[in-house]
């Protein structure tokens, strides 16, 4: 059965996730280019796990446009490794501080998964929270 991996990192505090799997890795997200909350006080000890970061993120910047093409290279990736036995997949998102859009992708991510692949095995990992 297949495992997604799905993390979010920062770029300057630790970078891209090892993959233990053996694999070599997966598919890498740099959401660094989606306006940052974090560079607005409100924001700044905040997550992209709470409401009004989420909302900010949803309505202020193009994340739902960046999602809506990752997840569709990331079904199809799911679909082919299903069929082909394979059993992990790695998906990572990072930006620069691994505590606003790098959580919020990684969340859309999983949930993403939950909904779509309910035969999909999936963890999700915040290397910096």
Known sequence: MLKVRVFS??????????????????FVFDCRFIENPGKFDEYKSKTGKDFDVK????TQTK??????????????AIEKYSKRDFENLMVSFG??????RSVYAAEAMAK?????FPNVLYE??????
Request: hydrophobic share 35%.
């Open 9 to 26: 990192f920062s770029f300057l505090h630790g970078g891209i996730p090892p993959d233990d799997s053996g694999n070599g890795g997966g």
């Open 55 to 58: 909302f900010f993120i949803e």
């Open 124 to 129: 999700i990992n915040h290397n910096n929270l």
């Open 112 to 116: 993403r998964i939950a909904e779509k």
């Open 95 to 100: 930006c620069t501080g691994g505590q606003h």
């Open 63 to 76: 994340m739902p446009d960046f999602l809506k093409n990752v997840f569709t290279i990331v079904d199809e």
